[in-house]
């Protein structure tokens, strides 16, 4: 994947690609989900944390624009036509434990290992896999999880990491992996 360095650009490039190209599954609407994690208990003044613990702007986004009370009819509809944008997408994930099955799944960023994060494999980790700091495209061609395979639990389910693949001395790619639901 191309990649100048912007871990930000480089996690939303993968998720149109995987939007666009239809690879992923539809996630199932579970209500109860907001129930469980204490949705409609939230005052108004814990409500920003809340949100961006729980990833629920885009949800929040919905509810403001169709009313709180449809909003679960609205994510009904969605599904049931299979019609929404990837913003969309994201409002009907709030509202499902199953995910997408794909990078869609990855809600940011981080530096460090993080929950439903896309972050950086540490150098150390990077040298055990592939013997050395600055890889080339020729270390990452096919489709092999060189990681999982080489350091099990180097991420877990709902995170991805990426590495730098270097053209010459300058960075131009990214070798990203990763795993999403069961």
Same mark, same amino acid.
């Given at each position: 994947?191309?990649? &100048? %360095?912007?871990?930000?650009?480089? *996690?939303?490039?993968?998720?149109?690609?995987?939007?666009?190209? %239809?690879?992923?599954?539809? =996630?199932?609407? !579970? $209500?109860?989900?907001?129930?469980?994690? /204490?949705?409609?208990?939230?005052? =108004?003044e814990?409500? $920003? #944390?809340?949100?961006?613990?729980?990833?629920?702007?885009p949800?929040?986004?919905?509810?403001?624009?169709?009313g *709180?009370?449809?909003?679960?009819?609205?994510?009904?509809?969605?599904?049931e036509k299979?019609?929404?944008?990837?913003?969309? *997408?994201r409002?009907?994930?709030? +509202?499902?434990?199953s995910?997408?099955?794909? =990078?869609?799944?990855?809600? /940011?960023?981080?530096?460090? =290992?993080?929950?439903?994060?896309?972050? $950086?494999?540490?150098? #150390?980790?990077?040298?055990?896999?592939? %013997?050395? !700091?600055?890889?080339? $495209?020729?270390?990452?061609s096919? &489709?092999?999880y @060189? +990681? &999982?395979?080489?350091?099990?639990?180097?991420? #877990?389910?709902?995170q991805?990491?990426?590495?730098p693949? @270097?053209? %010459? &001395?300058?960075?131009?790619?990214? @070798?990203?992996? /990763?795993?999403?639901?069961?």
């Amino acid at each position: 994947m191309p990649f &100048d %360095g912007d871990a930000e650009a480089l *996690l939303a490039a993968i998720q149109r690609q995987v939007f666009d190209s %239809g690879d992923y599954q539809i =996630p199932w609407i !579970e $209500p109860e989900v907001l129930d469980l994690v /204490g949705f409609f208990d939230v005052s =108004p003044e814990d409500q $920003p #944390e809340f949100v961006a613990q729980y990833g629920m702007q885009p949800l929040i986004d919905v509810a403001n624009r169709v009313g *709180l009370e449809n909003t679960i009819a609205w994510c009904n509809e969605r599904i049931e036509k299979q019609d929404f944008t990837l913003d969309e *997408l994201r409002a009907l994930q709030c +509202i499902s434990s199953s995910g997408t099955h794909s =990078p869609l799944d990855i809600c /940011g960023v981080s530096t460090r =290992p993080e929950n439903h994060a896309l972050f $950086p494999l540490a150098t #150390e980790q990077v040298v055990r896999v592939f %013997g050395k !700091e600055q890889l080339q $495209p020729e270390d990452v061609s096919g &489709d092999q999880y @060189y +990681i &999982d395979e080489k350091i099990p639990g180097a991420y #877990e389910r709902w995170q991805a990491v990426y590495v730098p693949v @270097y053209s %010459g &001395d300058s960075v131009t790619q990214a @070798y990203v992996e /990763g795993a999403s639901g069961d």
